[in-house]
């Protein structure tokens, strides 16, 4: 039998496993703009899983009011992450797009690991972040460009640059210059006559960089993809969004016609950063790919090696 401090003492961490619950709850739905609970708002998951160890504390001490509480906050933060390991894509048929976003941080990533994952994945378009002009020269030298020829690169210093590259022709191809880091916008044109729009997005992060200037740029990113047309066509968006699905920010550009693909084929948490830690695994997902107009059919992140980011691929039917 516990003693009568012992069981006062659990009942004190059941509740305040509890608010450490709430506070993660809480954090997933308000738009929090500072600096520090915009970090924080990126380990919610983690936040809200400690309702689960409060539902057991009080639980076993049968204090049935906090157990309650508990169990509610537990249920909400399910409810808020379950959605995300069930699939809710609708079949869908058309042309075929294996995509693959890759952060290599500030050009350090290895070229050749790198590209031959392009060819082992059978990869037909690759968004890259932080592409350095040396990166760009390395990733030539291991052969990227036997394997997608169409390029559209605007490297830059440190993590400025970002780059497309295709195994199909580019046209329309666009530079959002009112970002901090490289925007691009290009059509990618398959055969058959079928085409699909791509971005690759990499607004600036909410830290060490002011919050405010990274909420803009979000608020850009929605701006220029709610100006697409609904009847152009797919779209397909991939990038370091330096945001997760627990940002509010986030969330709004993947409600309605856009839908983060690995939400698509419920795919759950992939996490891509930090991925330069070992022995310990990445802890959050801020790299995306988000679909208008097709349908993911797999999603899956993948070791860059020599970055501080897993890369993600995503296998992507045209239409539906």
């Known amino acids: ?126 968004t890259v972040d932080e592409l350095t002009p040396e990166a760009v020269d390395r990733l030539g030298a291991a052969g990227l460009e036997s394997t997608l020829p169409y390029s559209f690169l605007m490297p830059g210093g440190g993590g400025e640059g970002t780059g497309i590259w295709s195994r199909y022709p580019l046209t329309d191809k666009v530079h959002h210059s009112e970002f901090v880091l490289s925007a691009l916008s290009a059509r990618v044109e398959l055969p058959d006559g079928a085409s699909t729009a791509l971005y690759a997005f990499h607004p600036v992060p909410p830290w060490p960089s002011d919050p405010s200037l990274w909420s803009r740029e979000m608020d850009r990113i929605k701006a220029i993809l709610d100006a697409v047309p609904a009847d152009s066509g797919p779209v397909i968006v991939s990038g370091d969004f330096n945001s997760t699905r627990d940002h509010v920010k986030y969330r709004n550009l993947v409600t309605g016609r856009y839908r983060d693909a690995a939400d698509q084929v419920g795919a759950g948490i992939q996490n891509t950063y930090p991925a330069d830690r070992q022995p310990f695994p990445p802890m959050i997902a801020i790299d995306h790919i988000v679909t208008s107009g097709a349908q993911a059919q797999s999603v899956e992140s993948v070791v860059l090696t020599g970055s501080d980011h897993r890369g993600l691929v995503a296998r992507i039917t045209l239409g539906g």
């Open 1 to 126: 039998m516990i003693a009568t401090w012992g069981v006062r003492a659990l009942i004190a961490l059941g509740w305040l496993a509890v608010l450490v619950g709430v506070f993660g709850v809480v954090l997933r739905f308000l738009d929090v703009q500072n600096q520090r609970l915009l970090v924080l708002a990126s380990a919610a998951p983690y936040l809200m899983a400690a309702a689960a160890v409060g539902v057991l504390l009080l639980g076993i001490t049968r204090h049935w009011i906090g157990f309650g509480v508990a169990l509610t906050v537990a249920a909400v933060a399910t409810l808020s992450q379950g959605p995300l390991y069930v699939a809710n894509s609708a079949p869908a048929s058309g042309p075929e797009l294996t995509v693959m976003q890759a952060n290599i941080w500030l050009g350090n990533a290895d070229a050749d690991s790198l590209v031959r994952q392009i060819r082992d994945r059978n990869v037909d378009v690759l």
